[in-house]
DNA sequence: CAGAATCCCTGCCGATACTG
DNA sequence: CAGTATCGGCAGGGATTCTG
């Protein structure tokens, strides 16, 4: 998922937020104020490496802010803007339309999505 | 991006919506029926593969309806169910406040969203 | 503690050829 | 025409090490 192939709106919010982890990060972050091991703890399994490079695609999106303190131990202070905010009703919505999906009648008779789930 | 690793419906749905193509075949779809042909017209980039893949996730979502017609040549229509309908106003939305995060003061004075746009 | 840099491997995806 | 099958390259992302 490198380049865009149209110049539409939504192609480029999905190279934003896909993957697994924006949307995570996205969710813990509206909790409030987080740094970045806050973060780890919050989702364990991502990777230090990842951890900082979905952040920093999130805070050149404009979704997420970073605000860095002097003095040791280093210590950076992560929070979602207010186009950030915004975002987050719009993702429950698409959350709640999956779950009218998964029980709606479309898969009456069959399992509900096949996810490999280890 | 293939285990789930909560049970969060919203990355239950990036699972699905993730990458390039979902949302590009669902705004195709919009159009009306499709045939396997008109898809691969509408966007010429995508790969024979790769195009089965995802309509064949799409459909398991139940977000797209497969519909194949006895006869030489194979003939098969591709529909959006009416839970995918009720999805393409939330991808608009998403795609109108990308459009307000781009020009909001976000980045009054740097350049929007990195993305390699060869 | 936050993150930059390096190495390396897995799995995604493209190309090609073949079937109904 | 629509779709499977197989092979292979390459990039995404994990583990580790090093700096401020």
């Known amino acids: 998922m490198k380049d865009l ?8 919010v999905m190279q934003i937020m896909s993957g697994r982890w924006p ?10 104020t987080k ?6 703890r ?5 990777s230090h490496k990842m951890l900082t ?16 303190f002097e003095g040791y ?16 009703p719009l993702l429950d919505a698409l959350g709640n339309w999956w779950e009218t999906v998964e029980a709606g009648p479309a898969h009456a008779s069959t399992s509900p999505v096949k996810l490999s789930q280890k």
Chains 1, 2 share one sequence.
């Open 5 to 12: 192939v149209s110049r539409c709106p939504i192609e480029e």
């Open 23 to 32: 949307t995570l990060l996205i969710y813990y972050l509206k909790q409030g």
């Open 35 to 40: 740094r970045f091991s806050d973060l780890r």
């Open 42 to 46: 919050d989702n364990p399994t991502i």
């Open 53 to 68: 490079l979905e952040l920093r695609k999130l805070e050149d999106a404009g979704i997420v802010e970073r605000t860095e």
């Open 73 to 88: 131990p280093l210590r950076v202070e992560y929070d979602l803007t207010s186009a950030g905010l915004k975002l987050v």
